[in-house]
């Protein structure tokens, strides 16, 4: 299937994956947002993919949001057929086993400001901006917003975004926990493939095992988060790389991982 709405591109171990709706302002209508299942299903399948980018195409926004004009009529059972849609492509990033790095620059709107927060890193430009307007459209945030914006700047301080709707700067965001990085404009995605590369040249099965045990642990009690870290953990010991990784420590060579 020919993809209008979203590019995938491979640079050695990372991919890019840009949502290119740049005169919407990329705003994910459900036709971007099935081109984007179809690119996780991509990644999901190749093995040589250790680590993704993800952007927004254009000077002017990451994701502006769920797109209105879209969502403007829609009955309540398309409604919940978006919302299903959606939810899913998220949690499908969420739970990649490869990380990924949202590079933000502009608008971080609604769905845009959830998207960066179902990614697992955010590196953001001077002039990116945040927020959380859906309840001044009459609507809860719907792409996982109520729950995920809690997880990463606590409570008090999402339900004030959320109740406000106001936008947020960069500096206002690295300064809650929102995004991990402030860059210059012109270096966002150096700066941005630099850290996937930095990751792709890790162990790619070590990273992944660390990706499912921090998203799974989160969601527990801690005796049963630290019993999944023990789990990857022992899992590594299966594996070439584990190997590989210490001999070269104890032989003092570079590693050589194979993703085994
Ligand atoms: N949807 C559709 N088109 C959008 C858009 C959006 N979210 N944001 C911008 N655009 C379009 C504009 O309509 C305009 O199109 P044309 O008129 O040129 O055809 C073009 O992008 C350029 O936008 P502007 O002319 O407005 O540009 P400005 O620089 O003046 O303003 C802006 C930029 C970002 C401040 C403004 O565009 C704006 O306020 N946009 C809306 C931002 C927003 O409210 N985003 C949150 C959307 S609500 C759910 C699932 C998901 C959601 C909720 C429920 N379930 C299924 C339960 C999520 C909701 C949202 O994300």
């Given at each position: ?50 680590a ?24 309540t ?19 990649l ?93 150096e ?47 299966s ?11 104890v ?10």
């Amino acid at each position: 299937m020919e993809l209008k709405n979203v590019i995938l591109e491979k640079e050695g171990n990372i991919a890019i994956v840009t949502i290119n709706r740049p005169k919407a302002l990329n705003a994910l209508n459900s036709e971007t947002l099935k081109e984007l299942d179809i690119i996780v299903d991509e990644l999901e399948n190749d093995e040589s993919i250790y680590a993704v980018v993800l952007t927004g195409a254009g000077e002017k926004a990451f994701v502006a949001g769920a797109d209105i004009t879209e969502m403007k009529d829609l009955t309540t059972i398309e409604g919940r057929k978006f919302s299903v849609l959606g939810n899913k492509v998220f949690r499908r990033i969420e739970n990649l086993e490869k990380p990924v790095i949202a590079a933000i620059h502009g608008f971080a709107l609604g769905g845009g400001c959830e998207l960066a927060m179902a990614c697992d890193i955010r590196i953001a430009t001077e002039k990116a901006k945040f927020a959380q307007p859906e309840v001044g459209l009459g609507i809860t945030p719907g792409f996982g917003g109520t729950q995920r914006l809690a997880r990463h700047v606590g409570l008090g301080i999402a339900k004030e975004m959320i109740f406000t709707g106001r936008m947020m700067k960069s500096d206002e965001a690295l300064r809650i926990g929102l995004i991990n990085k402030i860059v210059e404009v012109e270096k966002l995605m150096e700066e941005a493939k630099a850290m996937a590369n930095l990751i792709a040249s890790n162990a790619p099965i070590a990273v992944t095992l660390s990706k499912v045990a921090i998203n799974r642990g989160m969601q527990c009690d801690i005796d049963t988060a630290l019993m999944y870290e023990a789990e990857a953990f022992g899992q590594c010991f299966s594996t070439e790389d584990q190997k590989e990784g210490m001999s070269a420590f104890v032989e003092k060579r570079d590693k050589n991982f194979q993703n085994k």
